[in-house]
């Protein structure tokens, strides 16, 4: 019972997402399902990747943020570790050096 549970929660977690938003011109704000307010952009989002998602995500974020902890990222996000390494590798200008050197210094 309780791992059904804990699965609902998780799926209305990840399928109900609110935004907030201002009613007609007023000050007034409301929630309302994403999926609602912007069926187009929920719509390009499952049509990518992971890879394309999250690549997407980490451009967008990474140049904000203070610093990432891959470790703690890669849980908030419910990826595995690996994963996440992964795709810093990718957006990394310095991945093929590093790569290059490591396999040279062998």
Known sequence: MVTTLAHYGEELE?????????LNEGDTMHHTLVRKQYPDQVAAAERMTLDEALDQFLQVSLPQAIYANPP???KDL???TATL?????????FSSQRVNHSRSSH
């Not at 390494?85 to 200008?93: C, G, I, N, Q």
């Open 14 to 22: 990840t399928q109900l997402l609110l935004a907030k938003v201002f």
């Open 72 to 74: 703690i990222l890669a």
């Open 78 to 80: 419910k990826l595995p």
């Open 85 to 93: 390494y992964t795709a810093l590798e990718r957006l990394s200008p």
